[in-house]
Each structure stands twice: as C-alpha cells, then as structure tokens.
C-alpha cells in the first residue's frame, strides 16, 4: 500500500483544512486507517483513526467535535475535514494504513 496526502497549507485561526489521503494496493480496504500530526520539537501525535468499513471512528480530545474523518474504499481515499482550526494544530500530517505511512503533509495555522 502506497499512501499520498495533500491538503495541507496555511490556514488562520478558525478556518477549514480538508486533507485527503490517495491509496494504491488492492488490500486497501481491509486496512483500519489514521490520521497522525507531529509538531517541531513535539512527539507524534495521533489525530483520529477509522476502521476497515468506515463505521468506526476515535478522536484525540483535542480535535474532537472539530475535525471529521472519513474514508471512500471505492474510490481508495480517507479524508480528514477539519474545521475551527487552531494555532495548535499546527503540523505535519500523516496518513497511516496498517505499517504504511505517507509522507506527509504541513498544515500551518496562523494566529
């Protein structure tokens, strides 16, 4: 499994962000997936994860009620909708499935 991100940029305070996660692999959808950040100097960080079918989700407390994630196995994506951004979320994002990682994606948030 090859995982892509995009989305990322520079946000301000209380703006949206959508980032998307593009998979390759046939095995894609039995992969329970994550959204992981990691700020400089901080360790990393996990975000939200999503099961295999979509139907499960978890949130870091900090995000919950402001970021949503999802997933499309049709179309192989996961998203991560995040809304009421805050200088905190600060970072770079990560997109997980299983012991596969992507590269990553900045997203900045400016106060």
């Known amino acids: 499994v090859q995982l892509v991100e995009s989305g990322g940029g520079l946000v301000q305070a209380g703006g949206s962000l959508r980032l998307s996660c593009a998979a390759s692999?046939?095995?894609?959808?039995?992969?329970?997936m994550g959204w992981y950040r990691q700020a400089p100097g901080k360790q990393r960080e996990l975000v939200a994860t999503?099961?295999?079918?979509?139907?499960?989700?978890y949130y870091a407390d900090s995000v919950k009620g402001r970021f949503t994630i999802s997933r499309d196995n049709a179309k192989r994506m996961m998203y991560l909708q995040m809304n009421s951004l805050k200088p905190e979320d600060t970072g770079v994002y990560r997109c997980?499935?299983?012991?596969?990682w992507g590269q990553g994606t900045q997203v900045t948030v400016s106060s």
């Open positions: 999503i099961g295999s079918g979509g139907g499960s989700t």
């Open positions: 997980n499935a299983g012991t596969y």
């Open positions: 692999g046939s095995t894609f959808s039995i992969h329970a």
